[in-house]
Structure formats: structure tokens, C-alpha cells
């Protein structure tokens, strides 16, 4: 299901420097290199099959091979909290819909068929995302000789949760700076982001994409600390002074207002279903600060009650070692 804040990545990722980056940075093929940027183009995601039932939410681009064909880019950003298995199944009927128009409005390639689309699913949730990316991994095995009529299909999956900020850093690339400035768990870690995009976003044609970028960075602050009053604001230089001037008193609240939202999920979907969406966000909120977990820790979190949890969010950002904080051995 679609969430409140869908529309800001979507207004980013209508910008072709967000595309580019996100191909050059996080799609390592060969074929990635053959392609004239220049030619991209974003085209009307809305596609309509026999029945009449539309889509309208996807983004699909399309850009050329050099002077050769074009390649469409089927951009399907899925904000979830929860990872989806048949995530492939999905797809295939998204991409079928999106090849019967082609070949209805007679877009083909030059010899007559179907231009070959990478379907890629753009993932944020807290949860890494574990399911296959292949479809006949969610299909039962056939029997000899039926197996040669079963679809193959498989999508690109980026998870967020699988880049650290080690390896994000001193990235030059529009889409690892939307990384970290999620991962960003303090006020003063998201500020150090923003000014590092002021340094590199200064000419003038660059004015709408920065305009762009600060809107969803606002938005990112509403939803961290939602009881916080945000003037409005049009530039990243305004972010960085709003972010200095508010750090101690956002610092922790971003923390508490998470935790408490869990807990008002917890009240509503039962309590051991609350315990288990806290544990899942502390996990993740540990991996940002330490670093990935090793097996002891993930199991303390695991196993520890709704208010043992809530204890180590207080502490997360006061404590200099997950040791430290989580105390193994101990319960």
C-alpha cells in the first residue's frame, strides 16, 4: 500500500539527474555505460489492460543505446515496511501491460519487437528485504517437460538496508545522498549530508532540483519529528541553519516520537505484534549507528520486552559501543 509521503520520492525521481545516478551508482552493468543520458525521457506511467484496470503510480523512462534502440526503465519505488514476496509476480503483470501498449501504439524496435525493459524496485523499509527476486522461486517446481512452458522473469531489487553509510560516503551521487539522509539518525548527521549537497548543487539550471530535494528533506523532518514546527522553506542553505539551530531539541525527540509511534501500533495490531515492530526498528537503528549486527545482539533485541527496547532507543545516541548499550550476557 502506498504511504502519505510516496508522492515526494516520486517528485524527486521525476528529475533525470535522480535516474542517471541511480543507474550509474547502483546498477553495476556493463550495459549501463552504452547509454546516452542525454536522451532521457519520462514517460505517462498510466497503462490499461483488456479489462480496463489501469495503473497510474509507476514511473517508467526511457533512454537510447547511443544511436541504437531505446531501453525503457521501469522504475517501480516501493516504500513498504514490510518486503513483499510476490514482488515478481506483480511486476510481470505491470511490465505485460506496459509491452501491450508498446506494441499497440507500434513502439517497437527497429526489427519489430519488444524493447527490452529493466524492471527495478527502489526499497526504504526497515525490514531487509529477503524474498526471491526471481519468479520461479514462487512457483511450484513443474514436472518434466512442462517446465520449459513456465515464465522466467526476474527483477532488479536495491534495499537500502544492504548500503552502509561507509560505503555511502564521500559518494558523489544524488541517490546515495537520498541514502543518507534516511539513515541520518540525528539532527547533526543530516545537516552534515545537506551541506555536503549546497557544496555540489551551486549552478543556477540547478535551482529546481535543489528546490526539489529541500522539499523532500522537509518532509523527511515532519515525519521524524512531527510535533516540530518547520517554516517554509526553498533553499538547502535555510535546511542547514534550521538543522543548527534545532539540534538539541530535535535530537532526542526523533528517537521518542518513533518508539511512541510503535507503541500506538502496538495498542492497535496487539501487543507482541507492537513488541516485534519495535524490536525490527531498533534493529535497524543500531545497524546505522554500529554497523551490522553480529547474532548475539540481534537476538538480545529479539527477546527483550516492549520497555527494555524503549530503554536502549533513549540511550542509542548516548552510548559509545554496542556492548555498551546492550550489555550482553546480561538481561
Same mark, same amino acid.
Given at each position: ?86 514482488? @515478481? ?52 517446481? @513443474? ?87 518547520? +517554516? +517554509? ?32 501500533? #502496538? ?6 505484534? #507492537? ?18 549486527? +553480529? ?37
Amino acid at each position: 500500500m502506498a504511504q502519505p509521503y510516496d508522492a515526494g520520492y516520486k517528485l524527486l525521481f521525476s528529475n533525470p539527474e535522480f535516474v542517471r545516478d541511480l543507474l550509474l551508482g547502483f546498477v553495476p552493468q556493463a550495459w549501463v555505460g552504452q547509454v546516452d543520458f542525454d536522451s532521457l525521457e519520462m514517460l505517462n506511467g498510466h497503462y490499461v489492460s483488456e479489462d480496463m484496470q489501469g495503473r497510474y503510480e509507476d514511473m517508467v523512462w526511457r533512454l537510447r543505446f547511443g544511436e541504437g534502440d531505446w531501453v525503457y526503465l521501469y522504475l517501480l519505488l516501493e516504500f513498504q515496511s514490510t518486503p513483499d514476496r510476490f514482488m @515478481a509476480l506483480r511486476l510481470l503483470t505491470y511490465v505485460g501491460l506496459f509491452w501491450q501498449q508498446l506494441e499497440k501504439q507500434g513502439q517497437l524496435t527497429r526489427d519489430g519487437r519488444l524493447p527490452p525493459v529493466l524492471p527495478l524496485v527502489l526499497y526504504n523499509g526497515l525490514r531487509p528485504w529477503r524474498h526471491s527476486t526471481r519468479l520461479s522461486d514462487l512457483c511450484h517446481p @513443474a514436472p518434466p517437460g512442462l517446465q520449459v512452458f513456465q515464465p522466467g522473469f526476474d527483477y532488479l531489487l536495491i534495499d537500502e538496508n544492504q548500503y552502509p553509510d561507509s560505503e555511502l560516503n564521500g559518494r558523489q551521487n544524488l541517490v546515495a545522498m537520498l541514502m543518507r539522509l534516511e539513515q541520518a539518525q540525528t539532527p547533526q548527521a543530516l545537516r552534515v549530508v545537506v551541506d555536503e549537497l549546497r557544496g555540489w548543487l551551486t549552478l543556477d539550471d540547478q535551482t529546481p532540483l535543489r528546490r526539489n530535494i529541500t522539499r523532500w528533506i522537509i518532509d523527511l523532518i515532519r515525519r521524524r519529528a512531527p510535533s516540530g514546527r518547520i +517554516p +517554509p522553506l526553498s533553499e538547502l542553505s535555510e535546511v542547514s541553519t534550521m538543522l543548527a539551530e534545532r539540534t538539541e531539541t530535535w535530537a532526542e525527540r526523533w528517537v521518542q516520537e518513533g518508539m511512541a509511534k510503535g507503541l500506538e501500533q #502496538g495498542i492497535e495490531q496487539g501487543l507482541e505484534q #507492537g513488541r516485534k515492530s519495535q524490536a525490527a526498528l531498533l534493529q535497524s537503528l543500531l545497524g546505522k549507528r554500529f554497523g551490522p549486527l +553480529p547474532e548475539w545482539a540481534v537476538q538480545r533485541v529479539e527477546q527483550a520486552s516492549m520497555e527494555q527496547i524503549a530503554i536502549w532507543a533513549e540511550s542509542l545516541f548516548e552510548t559509545e559501543s554496542l556492548e555498551a548499550l546492550l550489555e550482553p550476557g546480561e538481561m
